[in-house]
């Protein structure tokens, strides 16, 4: 079992900058594949990024080149560093541990057992 708190959401101008953090409890992280989703109200869930155990990293090509992914296992902690950010990234954002997939555009479809609770991104223009 993992539990998922995830934190640094907030307000911001567009081409601007946020952390976001995941902060893991339970089972250790090291060996499970994480990653950041996303959701705008009334749409569907969007997979942004995913980080394998052996670091290997995928993104959706709405965020490559801007946000990247992170994991400190020692920490147990998940990052998402997001630059660049557009008044369209504005959604509320979940990390998510132990994807079926982990490499590819496929990440976000498989079976997916841990769930953050999200926090909030708005990008003002």
């Known amino acids: 079992q993992v539990q998922l708190v995830e934190s640094g959401g907030g307000s911001v101008q567009a081409g601007g900058s946020l952390r976001l953090s995941c902060a893991a409890s339970?089972?250790?992280?090291?060996?499970?594949?994480m990653g950041w989703f996303r959701r705008l109200p009334g749409k569907a869930r969007e997979g942004l990024t995913a980080?394998?155990?052996?670091?290997?990293?995928s993104y959706a090509d709405s965020v490559k080149g801007r946000f990247t992914i992170s994991k400190d296992n020692a920490k147990k902690i998940l990052y998402l560093e997001m630059n660049s950010l557009k008044p369209e990234d504005s959604a509320m954002y979940y990390c998510?541990?132990?994807?079926?997939?982990?490499?590819?555009?496929?990440?976000?479809?498989?079976?997916?057992?841990?769930w953050g609770q999200g926090t909030q991104v708005t990008v003002s223009s």
């Open positions: 339970g089972d250790s992280i090291d060996s499970i594949c």
């Open positions: 980080i394998a155990s052996d670091g290997r990293t």
């Open positions: 998510a541990a132990d994807l079926q997939i982990c490499s590819g555009p496929y990440f976000p479809d498989g079976r997916i057992l841990y």
